[in-house]
T-cell receptor, first 112, second 113 residues
Framework: KQEVTQIPAALSVPEGENLVLNCSFTDSAIYNLQWFRQDPGKGLTSLLLIQSSQREQTSGRLNASLDKSSGRSTLYIAASQPGDSATYLCAARTSGTYKYIFGTGTRLKVLA | GAGVSQTPSNKVTEKGKYVELRCDPISGHTALYWYRQSLGQGPEFLIYFQGTGAADDSGLPNDRFFAVRPEGSVSTLKIQRTERGDSAVYLC???????????FGPGTRLTVL
């Protein structure tokens, strides 16, 4: 059974810092992994999707990596801004299924 | 273009009542998903539709929960005899096909008093 864990649960950093959010999963037979952002009281905004055959994906200041053998994905945010403050969720889809298993998220606060 | 929309945005009901939550996916998306999110938790999968059929309903917690997608577009999640524990945000997502990224709607916040 796939389980997804995100560490840390909360993170507070000064503006301009580069930071890394961690996501680990127990079943390495994943089809893909998707990172989302969720603002308070809002739905999820898709950030990056990594297929199982890929090692990383980049979009602007965001870079997500995937290491299936170690059961880990990281989301790297460069030059953080106060507008990056939100909860970041990772979700893994196991091969042979169509549903995402989500972590509980990392609540990020970027201080101006 | 228009994203996934969900109505109502908020629903307050009394214990024991019946509720319907609606999801309008992105036009042309064949796959539709329902998730439920409790406070401080990540979304939990409920059901997945491919076209009109429920391809995976393993996440529905019990037989009080039912969902339909009769024409392969709009979907309705139906909850009978609501309980206080059903209170949560119900999220809908769609994707072009099951292998593509999922796009989420804003959710319906259900409160059962």
């Amino acid at each position: 059974k796939q389980e997804v864990t995100q560490i840390p649960a909360a993170l507070s950093v000064p503006e301009g810092e580069n930071l890394v959010l961690n996501c680990s999963f127990t079943d390495s037979a994943i089809y893909n992994l998707q990172w989302f952002r969720q603002d308070p009281g809002k739905g999820l905004t898709s950030l990056l999707l990594i297929q199982s055959s890929q090692r990383e994906q980049t979009s602007g200041r965001l870079n997500a990596s995937l290491d299936k053998s170690s059961g880990r994905s990281t989301l790297y945010i460069a030059a953080s801004q106060p507008g990056d403050s939100a909860t970041y969720l990772c979700a893994a889809r196991t091969s042979g299924t169509y549903k995402y298993i989500f972590g509980t998220g990392t609540r990020l606060k970027v201080l101006a | 273009g228009a994203g996934v929309s969900q109505t109502p945005s908020n629903k307050v009901t009394e214990k024991g009542k019946y509720v319907e939550l609606r999801c309008d996916p992105i036009s042309g998306h064949t796959a539709l998903y329902w998730y439920r999110q409790s406070l401080g938790q990540g979304p939990e999968f409920l059901i997945y539709f491919q076209g009109t059929g429920a391809a995976d309903d393993s996440g529905l917690p019990n037989d009080r929960f039912f969902a339909v997608r009769p024409e392969g577009s709009v979907s309705t999640l139906k909850i009978q005899r609501t309980e206080r524990g059903d209170s949560a945000v119900y999220l809908c997502a769609s994707s072009l096909n099951p292998t593509n990224e999922q796009f989420f709607g804003p959710g319906t916040r259900l409160t059962v008093l």
